[in-house]
């Protein structure tokens, strides 16, 4: 089980940056499967970004070349480095972690780009 806490959203103009942080209640150093999900008005859950087996990653398209996903295990955090923000990128997001096929999440964190 692992309890996942969410920081670092806000509001910010169409452009900023910012970075989110997903800190997790036990080591993540043997958890492969953490990422990023947001969810848009009216809109359904989507992956943003993640890390799988190995270390590799993977983006949504929409997000490629401006969103970068990374971990400091010795931190038990999880980063999500957002530049280049759009209007379209307003939503929650979430963090996830999965262990032993279980879903875990995090309460989520606002951000909001105004254009």
């Known amino acids: 089980q692992v309890q996942l806490v969410e920081s670092g959203g806000g509001l910010v103009q169409a452009g900023g940056s910012l970075r989110l942080s997903c800190a997790a209640s036990r080591s993540i150093a043997s958890i492969s499967g953490m990422g990023w999900y947001r969810q848009g008005p009216g809109k359904q859950r989507e992956l943003v970004a993640r890390f799988i087996s190995g270390g590799t990653t993977n983006y949504a398209d929409s997000v490629k070349g401006r969103f970068t996903i990374s971990r400091d295990n010795a931190k038990n955090t999880v980063y999500l480095q957002m530049n280049s923000l759009k209007p379209e990128d307003t939503a929650i997001y979430y963090c996830?972690?999965?262990?032993?096929?279980?879903?875990?999440w995090g309460q989520g964190t606002q951000v909001t780009v105004s254009s």
């Open positions: 996830n972690a999965q262990v032993r096929l279980v879903n875990y």
